[in-house]
């Protein structure tokens, strides 16, 4: 079992950036995946980014590329989430997520995939 925290949610002005942390109890193994969703008021929850964790590969929605960059720390056990030129439209609840068996066939950036989940910390981008 899994257990993951988010922390570093807030609020900040367009253009500003704030860094998501996610700290994962348990044991993390090589098969393991960890993402980054979010969802907006009245929308669905969508795909933001993911990491494998034994080879530190990482995807990004469209939306957030070359914004966005995610990171880990395998001694930690924490996965990061570094927002940086935030908009408006990123305003959300941010949930970090964990998949235990994230193979190579399957799709990275469904939640489907993976099986356990955060609470959630809100961002707000505000002008």
């Known amino acids: 079992q899994v257990q993951l925290v988010e922390s570093g949610g807030g609020l900040v002005q367009p253009g500003g950036s704030l860094r998501l942390s996610c700290a994962a109890s348990?044991?993390?193994?090589?098969?393991?995946?960890m993402g980054w969703f979010r969802q907006a008021t009245g929308k669905e929850r969508e795909f933001v980014a993911a990491?494998?964790?034994?080879?530190?590969?990482?995807y990004n929605a469209d939306s957030v590329k070359g914004r966005f960059i995610i990171s880990r720390d395998n001694a930690k056990n924490t996965v990061y989430l570094q927002m940086n030129s935030l908009k408006p439209e990123d305003t959300a609840i941010y949930y970090c997520?964990?998949?235990?068996?994230?193979?190579?066939?399957?799709?990275?950036?469904?939640?489907?995939?993976?099986?356990?989940w955060g609470q959630g910390t809100q961002v707000t981008v505000f002008s």
């Open positions: 997520a964990a998949s235990r068996d994230m193979y190579y066939y399957k799709l990275i950036s469904s939640e489907k995939e993976y099986n356990y």
């Open positions: 348990g044991r993390i193994f090589s098969n393991y995946a």
């Open positions: 990491i494998r964790w034994s080879t530190g590969s990482a």
